[in-house]
């Protein structure tokens, strides 16, 4: 998490860095951060099919989540 949140400091638009960390914040279970991020992504990059695949699946888990 650290050096992806490095890469972010140094590189505030790397699709990359925000998708791994989104990726890394849902492996966690935080759904919530996950969620964020991608939302900041798609800001940025609005035609992203993965970013807008990644918003669905965090919505998705974190409802499961507040359902249990």
Request: aromatic residues 8%.
């Amino acid at each position: 998490e650290s050096y992806l949140r490095k890469a972010l400091s140094i590189d505030p638009h790397s699709l990359e860095a925000m998708h791994n960390l989104g990726v890394f914040y849902a492996n966690a279970g935080k759904f919530k951060e996950a969620l964020y991020i991608s939302q900041k992504a798609s800001l940025l990059y609005p035609q992203n099919k993965e970013i807008a695949s990644n918003i669905s699946k965090a919505k998705e888990l974190l409802m499961q989540k507040k359902e249990r």
